[in-house]
């Protein structure tokens, strides 16, 4: 089935102990819809300024994505710029200009409100609502948020929260949405808020997904070198959204599934910078990593 | 087949956020026999003092555990005092008197030299490899280490890690240890100095099994509260060496499940201060909790 994502599309510039990359295409649309792309057809709504590169469309439309929502406005591009520390499970964000996505609001087209899956990447919760509110009977609707929307738009989030079935958070950030340390404690109370299902990203340590009757607990594929996290989390939910929509169906199983998947590729991402790895990355890596995954998980090893 | 542990007995004064408890019965040696008495015949090899108590040695001979290697000496029994954090990873050592444990040096008996499963505790390297020469061609034998003598006896360290079939430490122990902060090449590093198998536990984000040719990662198992985390590692060994030694033999397969049942065991000490948990463990507990265990990482879920 489609799966439609709206969600920053931006140049990034990223500092990492292993080096530093400038305005490099980046933001959590393009990870996401690249990522996802290698598994279902992909409709992507973001604004892009004037200053949108010709080679960063072509590469996105060389995947198959559907550009019709992808809107170049006057000004410029998304900027970022992030500064990973040593330890590669923080960073600091040193620059963030919205620029073309200040006041966005995107319309959709009468066959992209008909997508099945949803995805509302990590932007203003009254854009994700205002996008939301557009769709047609979704199959499923899973969304991204951080820190920032936490502690600046809590009641916009809230109201988001009560319509989304999936919601992906950092640890730091479901410790601070549930206001409890606990991450099993703040996992059930995130359940309250609204969605059935709440996966929480712990960057090296793997990811937890809470529902009503079960705990589902994945470790990251263990790296020896990690050159830049940046689009992990974006590129995770997107081979997880793609799983789900070329499965066709949300099961327990099926999530879990995406859930390994989302894994298996997001491990790919961080082996170079920006998109690097993830365009030259085929079915065949995808295949072989998941293999060794499942092993890696495995109680009962063959021999 | 028999299990035979070499390290310490303490009487232990512990703080976390929950509260606190004052000389509670402690040490590595008392949380691995008592969780491996839930599995396999246990003989302990430790020094207490003139103060140990009477119930102690009780409690430990109810558990059905040999004691004929626990030697009353004068002085005290070891004292530790410990402080964690809010965030219960990270403690402080406020107090470490290891008094009876300066002097000591134990021979084992006949039959104790013929273990086939010896667990070498977190105490002075010396120590460690005067008992395990004392052994008779063990089918396995594993140790456990702390940063206080990665820093202090490497050489002894090293020369020991040459004569050991597992090592088990933490994660930031294995770092210093390797002196490479990427986990996984810290772990290929630790495996070129002898052992066959590095585990590293990584509290609440569960273990990582290394071996030559696998990686196995097992969760946490995710608990809505942990009262103090005093002995999680130590019962997580106890429990782990008390499967293998119950199985009776060592494979992918076999350390994979112990690796499963030292999580399971170490997630219910933390429940209570000290041994509590542990002593009113059952064998359906134990049960119930490793199904419980195998359905949080399962791929599938039957429904």
């Given at each position: 089935m489609n799966l439609l994502v709206l969600g920053a599309i931006a140049y990034d510039s990223i500092e990492t102990v292993n080096g530093r990359a400038s305005d490099v295409l980046g933001g959590s649309a393009a990870y996401f819809s690249v990522a996802a792309s290698l598994f279902a057809p992909v409709s992507l709504i973001a604004a892009v300024g004037s200053d949108f590169r010709i080679e960063s469309r072509q590469m996105l439309a060389e995947r198959g994505i559907d550009l019709r929502g992808l809107e170049q406005q006057p000004g410029r591009t998304l900027r970022w710029h992030g500064r990973y520390h040593a330890d590669m499970n923080h960073r600091d964000t040193l620059g963030l200009q919205l620029n073309v996505f200040e006041n966005y609001s995107p319309q959709l087209l009468p066959d992209q409100r008909r997508c099945g899956y949803i995805f509302l990447g990590n932007i203003a919760p009254d854009l994700q609502a205002r996008v939301l509110s557009q769709v047609r009977k979704p199959k499923l609707v899973a969304a991204d948020t951080m820190a920032y929307w936490i502690e600046n738009s809590g009641p916009e989030l809230r109201k988001l929260l009560s319509r989304v079935d999936v919601i992906l958070l950092n640890d730091e950030e479901a410790r601070m949405l549930a206001g409890e340390s606990n991450l099993v404690k703040a996992g059930r109370s995130i359940l309250k808020m609204g969605p059935e299902t709440v996966i929480v990203k712990r960057g090296e340590y793997g990811v937890l997904k809470f529902s009503r009757d079960a705990i589902f607990a994945a470790p990251a594929y263990?790296?020896?070198?990690?050159?830049d996290p940046t689009g992990a989390g974006d590129s995770f939910a997107g081979a997880f959204m793609g799983s789900l929509a070329r499965e066709g169906r949300v099961t327990e199983a099926s999530l879990r599934t995406a859930i390994q998947y989302g894994s298996v590729v997001a491990s790919f991402v961080?082996?170079?910078?920006?998109?690097e790895r993830l365009l030259s990355l085929t079915s065949k890596d995808i295949a072989a990593r998941y293999l060794a995954f499942i092993e890696l998980t495995g109680s009962r090893r063959r021999r």
């Open positions: 263990p790296l020896e070198e990690v050159i961080v082996e170079k910078f920006s998109l």
